[in-house]
């Protein structure tokens, strides 16, 4: 899948600057853009601290639904 425009309308809806995000990961702002343009994925770490950045859920940053578990 392309999770890449996910991760740049998350990151425009929380209207932080790729720079503002590397910055607060302590990565080059080259990295939010290779993953907003599906060249390569964050990493696990990266992943949840985006979706803590941005105040939305994993779920949200890679376009899923929620997940539904039958009880």
Not at 10 to 19: E, M, T, V, W
């Amino acid at each position: 899948m392309e999770y890449g425009k996910y991760f740049k309308q998350c990151r425009k809806y929380s209207g932080l600057s790729q720079k503002a995000v590397a910055s607060k990961l302590g990565i080059h702002q080259s990295n939010i853009s290779d993953w907003e343009n599906n060249v390569s994925r964050p990493e696990y770490e990266n992943l949840i601290n985006l979706a803590k950045i941005y105040g939305v859920t994993i779920y949200d940053l890679l376009g899923l639904d929620e997940p539904y578990f039958r009880t």
